[in-house]
């Protein structure tokens, strides 16, 4: 199983940009789907992006479409978010989720390995 640990969250005026890396071990990440997913207090875990194997399809939340970036280097077995024009309705504990299998599917359950997360707070 693929360990996986996030960095790169902070707090951050609203309007700011954070970049958060997720960094893998034990296996290589160009075998897995992958995706970060967020949740903020009193609020359910929720889906942010995801973005295949090979690179080639993203796939955004409304809420974030536009503003954040996923990306990936596989040769660095690294996972990006690149958030831009940060809210503080972004405020939340991010996660890193790996999923094995070809296809993007966006629901939590389909992603079997999670970090520890890191807390992103965006302040007005």
């Known amino acids: 199983q693929v360990q996986l640990v996030e960095s790169g969250g902070g707090l951050v005026q609203a309007g700011g940009s954070l970049r958060l890396s997720c960094a893998a071990s034990?296996?290589?990440?160009?075998?897995?789907?992958m995706g970060w997913f967020r949740q903020a207090p009193g609020k359910e875990r929720e889906f942010v992006a995801a973005?295949?194997?090979?690179?080639?399809?993203?796939y955004y939340a409304d809420s974030v479409k536009g503003r954040f970036t996923i990306s990936r280097d596989n040769a660095k077995n690294t996972v990006y978010l690149q958030m831009n024009s940060l809210k503080p309705e972004d405020t939340a504990f991010y996660y890193c989720?790996?999923?094995?299998?070809?296809?993007?599917?966006?629901?939590?359950?389909?992603?079997?390995?999670w970090g520890q997360g890191t807390q992103v707070t965006v302040f007005s």
């Open positions: 989720a790996a999923a094995s299998g070809i296809y993007v599917r966006t629901h939590q359950s389909n992603f079997g390995s």
């Open positions: 034990g296996r290589t990440l160009s075998s897995y789907v």
């Open positions: 973005i295949s194997r090979s690179d080639d399809n993203t």
